[in-house]
């Protein structure tokens, strides 16, 4: 079955599921605003895995390449890497919500800094942060929230809570 099929099936059925996206081409998000014009209220919660150290990603995919798996050119995954926040950014109003998760070299476990919904008005942080979540991803998620706050109540996102539909 394709790929393609699967998700529809998916969809139709009502069911939840997942899919893992890099999220780092616009054609990612092309993916995810399927989901959402299938059905508006799907819901969309994202798991972001970043880093400040490319090297890291770098590293891993060598790493991956060389047990066997398909090779991800460097210049590929340094393009994704840029692309990550700035594409986010644009789409954030896809995502029902964003558990941000910072990696770094000496965590034996990467650790869950940040949590946000949205249809919140606040926004979760926890530990130390990273320049990738202080200086980038912290002030887009209080754009967001400031912005909703700013709408009056018959433009803010309805949707009924007891079903939002399958995740991702």
Same mark, same amino acid.
């Given at each position: 079955?394709?790929?393609?099929?699967?998700?529809?099936?998916?969809?139709?059925?009502?069911?939840?599921?997942?899919?893992?996206?890099?999220?780092?081409?616009?054609?990612?998000?092309?993916?995810?605003?399927?989901?959402?014009?299938?059905?508006?209220?799907?819901?969309?919660?994202?798991?972001?895995?970043?880093?400040?150290?490319?090297?890291?990603?770098?590293?891993?995919?060598?790493?991956?390449?060389? %047990?066997? *798996?398909? &090779?991800? /050119?460097? +210049? =590929?995954?340094?393009?994704?890497?840029?692309?990550?926040? #700035?594409? @986010?950014?644009?789409?954030?109003?896809?995502?029902?919500?964003?558990?941000?998760?910072?990696?770094?070299?000496?965590?034996?476990?990467?650790?869950?800094?940040?949590?946000?919904?949205?249809?919140?008005?606040?926004?979760?942080?926890?530990?130390?942060?990273?320049?990738?979540?202080?200086?980038?991803?912290?002030?887009?998620?209080?754009?967001?929230?400031? %912005?909703? *706050?700013? &709408?009056? /109540?018959? +433009? =803010?996102?309805?949707?009924?809570?007891?079903?939002?539909? #399958?995740? @991702?």
């Amino acid at each position: 079955m394709k790929f393609s099929d699967l998700i529809k099936r998916e969809l139709i059925s009502g069911r939840d599921f997942g899919v893992e996206l890099n999220l780092g081409f616009q054609s990612h998000y092309d993916f995810l605003k399927s989901i959402k014009s299938f059905n508006p209220n799907n819901s969309v919660e994202v798991v972001l895995f970043h880093t400040d150290d490319i090297s890291l990603c770098l590293d891993r995919a060598k790493t991956r390449h060389e %047990q066997g *798996l398909h &090779l991800v /050119p460097p +210049e =590929t995954i340094q393009e994704m890497y840029d692309n990550t926040i #700035p594409l @986010l950014k644009e789409n954030l109003h896809l995502t029902t919500s964003l558990l941000a998760i910072d990696v770094t070299a000496n965590d034996i476990e990467p650790e869950l800094r940040i949590k946000y919904k949205d249809d919140s008005t606040k926004l979760e942080v926890f530990g130390r942060q990273s320049i990738w979540i202080e200086k980038e991803l912290i002030p887009i998620l209080q754009l967001a929230i400031k %912005q909703r *706050l700013e &709408l009056s /109540p018959n +433009e =803010t996102k309805k949707v009924p809570k007891h079903r939002r539909g #399958p995740k @991702l």
